[in-house]
């Protein structure tokens, strides 16, 4: 809340009158209609993937409390059962964009470490917030599933960055050299790849469950 006072009036005094009024402020803050929560998305693009999928969202019957689902049919995807909620539809894409980045990143990274020479670790996918992938020392490496949400290139050179951590767990000019000789676009990709961070769907993100509690001045 953004409280606005006369010139002159000081912070203290403003501070004490908010104060003074917080109960008829937080009556009147309850009344407000809250922010309409996001929807499923109506289409799910996954360009490294090759994919271009329609989501379906199944009306919703009442009185059936059935647990939500989704179901990948030869026309795209979709929720069914009581799906509703954010964090019904939210968890439900999440789960199985996870799994589905898995049979295309697995692949990718072995045929990948095998072309520049390497081994890696164990694989894990999971969907960050705002890294791309990680190796740590034992060659374990973890990659977002959003990555498929980017351009094959873009996907492949997240990859060979991953990879070439297992020759240099810093970014040493050793370790660019190991990338740009699997990836000589590897500036233009990693331009790119700082862009592309900023486009993805919001959906990605589950948005706040609760609406903000108190008043602050």
């Known amino acids: 809340m953004v409280v606005t006072v006369p010139h002159g009036i000081s912070q203290a005094h403003a501070l004490h009158f908010v ?13 407000l209609p809250l922010p309409a929560r996001p929807g499923p998305p109506e289409r799910l693009l996954l360009p490294a993937a090759g994919l271009d999928l329609q989501v379906h969202a199944e009306p919703v019957d009442r009185n059936a409390r059935t647990p939500p689902r989704l179901l990948e049919t030869t026309d795209g995807l979709r929720l ?23 049979t295309v990143l697995h692949p990718l990274l072995s045929a990948q470490a095998k072309s520049m020479g390497l081994r890696h670790g164990r694989l894990s996918v999971r969907l960050q917030r705002s890294r791309w992938g990680s190796c740590n020392r034992h ?16 996907m492949r050179h997240v990859v060979i960055h991953e990879l070439a951590h297992i020759r240099h767990l810093d970014h ?14 590897w500036r233009e990709h990693r331009r790119a790849l700082y862009r592309a961070a ?10 706040p469950t609760h609406p903000p509690s108190g008043v602050k001045a």
């Open 80 to 102: 069914r059962g009581d799906w509703r909620t954010q964090d019904a539809w939210h968890d439900l894409l999440s789960a199985w964009l996870r799994k589905r980045a898995r």
């Open 19 to 31: 104060e003074s009024q917080r109960q008829w402020i937080e009556r009147q803050l309850a009344r």
């Open 172 to 185: 040493s000019p050793a370790f660019w050299a190991v990338v740009a000789e699997a990836d000589p676009a």
């Open 139 to 154: 060659g374990d490496i973890s990659l977002n599933a959003k990555l498929l949400l980017l351009s094959p290139a873009l």
């Open 198 to 207: 900023a486009m993805l769907p919001g959906w990605l993100e589950r948005a």
